[in-house]
């Protein structure tokens, strides 16, 4: 039976939505500059005129492709199905029609891609170039089209094309709520932070305007003497590292004995418009770690994600120039950059022109909102992301699964103008830590290489934000001990040994290429947590101590903080 079209409800949520569009407005600013784009695409354009020899070339590889490809075509041959999640679907291989439309778009793709590849413009500018292709060809994929998805078009006969109704009222609804499309990558009723998530037991022990400090209640009658410090990056909300149970490493940390603190950022409003590095390196880390040995008696351990990886790097050269590097115990940095000279595609954005409009865009509303940092983060991943939720959500009309992680990845929080100004230019742009005294906190020279703190980095293989490679020579400029962990910037992180996921690489030496390292590196199968756990016991003084209860809580776990919308 053909189900009816919901016509009478379209046409409500269809009034309703554009009374929200007309209601909104534009916002006066960009956060990035359309000239650098032009500009970046003009030089690359040049670059490729200058080398007709170089095009000539890749024209006549072209040109055999294609005859290869139309000579497989006809014949029937099926060749070997493409590890790519888009084309998982059995008629992509077994179909002739899907088959032939996979291979032509894959095809294309790689050639476009290498026509791009030949220039040898800026790093910038090749970088925005190639950003650019690929958002392109990513959203020309015949998956992101009904006509050509072989999914989608057995959907629509079994819906008899209500499936298509029902997204085209989801793509207006998603356009009119003001947040742009594709706002339901997972369910967002699926999880309750303090319940289903971010629920391992624990208390606000102290608070300042920057960030509240968590304490996890044991679960063991005797603890490791030193306490666990999480430092998260400011982008997102710190329970990554405390999904659902089963996933959540602060659980089977503080199971494994472990006194278990974290730090949760504040979600900065316009008061916080002047906050910079320095204020959440002394007001922020060094007050935590101050914190957290009063509270135990001991330095901690730290470990941290990402940016958090990175103003650790600053605090601990900061406490080494106070004469106070004791005070930090062992830290740990992972998937985190201190050398941002090979940033990949991510120098797109490190450009004058995106940074200066960036500022401008700053300057009029004090922070960068948590909605534009997700979309570019989307961006750098569309086909994950954005492309999968565009089948599901407006072709297929399928509910949007419940998911931990991207539940998290949707709970963003503001970073202050401030803080991303410093970042952007000293950081990003000028590359200071790299420099002996070329960065400074509240004065004091900020040298890497002072640090004597025994430190681990961790990298993750396919890591689209800190490409491992970058962390790995971050590690050997450290002296830092080194291991790389299967999966991605985020999924590489959250690895439960239960799970037996993922993998890592261990070797003892560091040799100055980090491809050397690999291919000499032993592969071990699960997780790595277990390996950092017992770095961390070398690392500490052998001890246990009696659990510490917590005594004096301000307001349970996650804390108000982490629910500031």
Same mark, same amino acid.
């Given at each position: 039976?053909?189900?009816?079209?919901?016509?009478?409800?379209?046409?409500?949520?269809?009034?309703?939505?554009?009374?929200?569009?007309?209601?909104?407005?534009?916002?006066?600013?960009?956060?990035?500059?359309?000239?650098?784009?032009?500009?970046?695409?003009?030089?690359?354009?040049?670059?490729?005129?200058?080398?007709?020899?170089?095009?000539?070339?890749?024209?006549?590889?072209?040109?055999?492709?294609?005859?290869?490809? /139309?000579?497989?075509?006809?014949?029937?041959?099926?060749?070997?199905?493409?590890?790519?999640?888009?084309?998982?679907?059995?008629?992509?291989?077994?179909?002739?029609?899907?088959?032939?439309?996979?291979?032509?778009?894959?095809?294309?793709?790689?050639?476009?891609?290498?026509?791009?590849?030949?220039?040898?413009?800026?790093?910038?500018?090749?970088?925005?170039?190639?950003?650019?292709?690929?958002?392109?060809?990513?959203?020309?994929?015949?998956?992101?089209?009904?006509?050509?998805?072989?999914?989608?078009?057995?959907?629509?006969?079994?819906?008899?094309?209500?499936?298509?109704?029902?997204?085209?009222?989801?793509?207006?609804?998603?356009?009119?709520?003001?947040?742009?499309?594709?706002?339901?990558?997972?369910?967002?009723?699926?999880?309750?932070?303090?319940?289903?998530?971010?629920?391992?037991?624990?208390?606000?022990?102290?608070?300042?305007?920057?960030?509240?400090?968590?304490?996890?209640?044991?679960?063991?009658?005797?603890?490791?003497?030193?306490?666990?410090?999480?430092?998260?990056?400011?982008?997102?909300?710190?329970?990554?590292?405390?999904?659902?149970?089963?996933?959540?490493? =602060?659980?089977?940390? #503080?199971?494994?004995?472990?006194?278990?603190?974290?730090?949760? /950022?504040?979600?900065?409003?316009?008061?916080?418009?002047?906050?910079?590095?320095?204020?959440?390196?002394?007001?922020?880390?060094?007050?935590?770690?101050?914190? #957290?040995?009063?509270?135990?008696? *001991?330095?901690?351990?730290?470990?941290?994600?990402?940016?958090?990886?990175?103003?650790?790097?600053?605090?601990?050269?900061?406490?080494?120039?106070?004469?106070?590097?004791?005070?930090?115990?062992?830290?740990?940095?992972?998937?985190?950059?201190?050398?941002?000279?090979?940033?990949?595609?991510?120098?797109?954005?490190?450009?004058?022109? *995106?940074?200066?409009?960036?500022?401008?865009?700053?300057?009029?509303?004090?922070?960068?909102?948590?909605?534009?940092?997700?979309?570019?983060?989307?961006?750098?991943?569309?086909?994950?992301?954005?492309?999968?939720?565009?089948?599901?959500?407006?072709?297929?009309?399928?509910?949007?699964?419940?998911?931990?992680?991207?539940?998290?990845?949707?709970?963003?929080?503001?970073?202050?103008?401030?803080?991303?100004?410093?970042?952007?230019?000293?950081?990003?742009?000028?590359?200071?830590?790299?420099?002996?005294?070329?960065?400074?906190?509240?004065?004091?020279?900020?040298?890497?290489?002072?640090?004597?703190?025994?430190?681990?980095?961790?990298?993750?293989?396919?890591?689209?934000?800190?490409?491992?490679?970058?962390?790995?020579?971050?590690?050997?400029?450290?002296?830092?001990?080194?291991?790389?962990?299967?999966?991605? *910037?985020?999924?590489? =992180?959250?690895?439960?040994?239960?799970?037996?996921?993922?993998?890592?690489?261990?070797?003892?030496?560091?040799?100055?290429?980090?491809?050397?390292?690999?291919?000499?590196?032993?592969?071990?199968?699960?997780?790595?947590?277990?390996? /950092?756990?017992? /770095?961390?016991?070398?690392?500490?003084?052998?001890?246990?101590?009696?659990?510490?209860?917590?005594?004096?809580?301000?307001?349970?776990?996650?804390?108000?903080?982490?629910?500031?919308?």
């Amino acid at each position: 039976m053909t189900p009816a079209f919901p016509f009478g409800d379209l046409t409500g949520r269809l009034h309703d939505a554009a009374e929200q569009m007309i209601k909104g407005g534009a916002k006066p600013t960009l956060p990035f500059d359309p000239f650098a784009i032009a500009q970046a695409t003009g030089e690359v354009a040049m670059e490729l005129a200058m080398r007709p020899q170089d095009l000539m070339q890749v024209q006549f590889a072209a040109a055999q492709q294609w005859a290869a490809y /139309w000579n497989a075509t006809l014949s029937g041959e099926t060749g070997e199905k493409p590890r790519d999640r888009r084309f998982a679907a059995a008629e992509w291989q077994d179909d002739p029609y899907y088959r032939s439309l996979r291979d032509a778009y894959l095809l294309a793709s790689q050639q476009l891609r290498d026509i791009v590849a030949l220039g040898d413009a800026s790093d910038s500018s090749a970088a925005m170039a190639r950003f650019l292709l690929d958002q392109y060809l990513n959203a020309v994929s015949p998956a992101n089209f009904a006509a050509t998805n072989p999914e989608v078009a057995k959907r629509i006969k079994e819906t008899g094309g209500a499936n298509l109704v029902q997204g085209f009222a989801h793509l207006i609804e998603d356009i009119a709520s003001g947040k742009g499309i594709v706002q339901r990558r997972t369910d967002p009723a699926a999880f309750e932070k303090g319940k289903t998530i971010a629920a391992t037991p624990g208390q606000v022990v102290y608070e300042n305007s920057l960030f509240q400090l968590i304490q996890y209640s044991p679960t063991t009658d005797k603890v490791a003497a030193e306490p666990l410090l999480y430092v998260p990056p400011l982008v997102n909300r710190y329970y990554m590292i405390d999904l659902v149970p089963r996933q959540s490493l =602060v659980k089977w940390l #503080v199971d494994e004995g472990r006194t278990v603190f974290v730090i949760s /950022w504040v979600n900065p409003g316009p008061e916080h418009k002047d906050k910079g590095v320095g204020d959440y390196v002394v007001e922020g880390i060094v007050e935590a770690i101050g914190e #957290v040995a009063r509270r135990t008696g *001991h330095a901690p351990d730290l470990f941290s994600f990402c940016l958090g990886g990175t103003l650790v790097a600053i605090a601990l050269a900061w406490l080494a120039a106070k004469g106070r590097a004791d005070e930090v115990n062992s830290a740990t940095l992972i998937g985190s950059l201190v050398d941002f000279a090979d940033m990949r595609d991510w120098s797109a954005f490190v450009h004058e022109g *995106h940074l200066a409009a960036l500022e401008d865009h700053l300057e009029a509303q004090g922070f960068i909102d948590s909605l534009e940092l997700q979309r570019l983060f989307a961006a750098m991943r569309a086909n994950d992301l954005i492309w999968s939720s565009v089948i599901n959500h407006y072709l297929l009309d399928r509910p949007a699964p419940p998911s931990d992680l991207l539940y998290w990845f949707e709970d963003g929080a503001r970073i202050p103008a401030a803080f991303l100004k410093s970042y952007n230019r000293d950081l990003l742009l000028d590359n200071k830590l790299k420099d002996p005294a070329g960065f400074e906190v509240g004065g004091v020279k900020i040298d890497l290489a002072t640090i004597g703190t025994p430190m681990m980095i961790v990298a993750l293989k396919d890591d689209h934000v800190s490409a491992w490679e970058a962390v790995y020579r971050g590690a050997r400029d450290l002296k830092a001990d080194f291991v790389l962990g299967g999966s991605g *910037h985020n999924a590489g =992180v959250i690895n439960p040994p239960a799970a037996n996921k993922h993998g890592y690489w261990t070797r003892a030496d560091q040799p100055e290429a980090a491809d050397d390292w690999l291919s000499g590196a032993t592969r071990h199968e699960g997780s790595w947590w277990p390996h /950092w756990t017992g /770095w961390l016991d070398r690392c500490g003084s052998g001890k246990l101590v009696a659990a510490r209860a917590i005594t004096d809580g301000i307001e349970p776990a996650p804390g108000r903080y982490a629910l500031m919308k």
